[in-house]
């Protein structure tokens, strides 16, 4: 069961700059993540899922702006702390992330031991012996036997790798842990197998997940609630039931009708269209233009409706003020 609030996000935004301006790859974005509570972060490619998870940890490359907006961590604002103080409090202590590619992660001539108790000689001060044992247990926490602890990145095949990174995120106990499309390099069964370990993760552990993907099947699998994103903001967040079962906005319809479903007669459906430049978004609602349900009004920026509890839909067609069809 999920708990109390442990990262709330308000008006979210970062700007990339660019040879032509600021380009806003996160405009606004409200979240909210419980304790022991898996978020998934759905949506197409480019509309922003990383830079909001990079965001929300601080790894920003050079060009991008300072973020605005609130963040909070158990109550407690974070966004404007310190570089120093982040990375103190913050970064790899109570908020870990999970990249895509774990190759990237790891440094190929260290001993994988080594880097997944690095973190708690770093952040945690701890001695060589002790952080050594409590690599072997999370290692052992993950499936990997602890003999791996003394290989090198490339003596592990590519699940061992994702599973050791996801060892290293969980060594220091951190309370949120963001997994940036954390099995999308892998083949179905592995990708399998390091979800059940999430699972069994958050159910033992009460951690709570971001999970960034554009993979709706594996994002199913562990999310309690999810958010989807279209260029740069959110238009629908709801429980992992509704969304999958009966999603409010036109985007999180035509995306589930994407699908491809076993037993489908009909062939899954393509949404026509791309997505608009970030450089000089609409001013109005940012799928108008690919919209089966558009109508006047959407020339204006749409609202957050409340459509149900803890479900918002950004979308002029559930407004009080009646929508067309
Ligand atoms: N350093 C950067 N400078 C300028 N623009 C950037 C930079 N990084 C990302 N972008 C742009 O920001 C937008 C959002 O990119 P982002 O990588 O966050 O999206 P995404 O949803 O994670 O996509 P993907 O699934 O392909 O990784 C895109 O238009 C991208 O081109």
């Known amino acids: 069961m999920a708990g109390a609030p442990l990262l709330e996000i308000e008006n979210l935004r970062l700007g990339y700059a660019t040879e032509r301006g600021t380009l806003w790859a996160v405009d606004g974005v409200h979240l909210e993540v419980r304790r022991n509570e898996a978020l998934a972060i759905l949506g197409e490619s480019g509309c922003g899922k990383s830079s909001l998870a990079r965001t929300l940890l601080r790894t920003l490359p050079r060009n991008a702006h300072a973020p605005s907006g609130q963040m909070r961590l158990d109550g407690r604002e974070v966004l404007g702390l310190s570089e120093e103080r982040f990375r103190r409090e913050v970064r790899w202590v109570r908020i870990a992330l999970v990249m895509q590619a774990a190759m990237n992660a790891l440094n190929p001539v260290v001993r994988v031991g080594e880097q997944v108790a690095e973190p708690l000689r770093v952040h945690h001060r701890l001695g060589r012996r002790e952080a050594q044992r409590r690599a072997a247990a999370a290692f ?89 994103m279209y260029a740069g903001q959110v238009v629908e967040t709801a429980s992992a039931g509704a969304f999958f079962g009966e999603p409010a906005h036109p985007y999180s319809r035509l995306l589930m009708d994407s699908v491809p479903r076993l037993h489908q007669e009909e062939p899954p459906r393509a949404i026509p269209g791309s997505p608009p430049s970030l450089l000089e978004p609409p001013r109005g609602c940012r799928f108008a233009e690919r919209c089966p349900k558009a109508f006047e009004r959407c020339s204006e920026p749409p609202p957050e409706v409340a459509y149900d509890t803890r479900h918002w839909v950004r979308c002029w067609l559930h407004h009080r003020s009646g929508g067309g069809q």
């Open 140 to 228: 052992e926490e993950v499936g990997i036997a602890t003999d791996f602890l003394r290989r090198y990145p490339h003596e592990l095949s590519g699940g061992m790798r994702q599973r050791a990174v996801l060892a290293m995120a969980l060594v220091t106990e951190p309370d949120l842990v963001i997994l940036d499309e954390p099995t999308s390099a892998l083949d179905v069964l592995t990708q399998a197998s390091i979800m059940n370990v999430l699972k069994r993760i958050k159910a033992e552990r009460g951690v709570s997940f971001v999970l960034i993907t554009h993979d709706i099947a594996t994002s199913s699998e562990l999310a309690d609630r999810v958010a989807l």
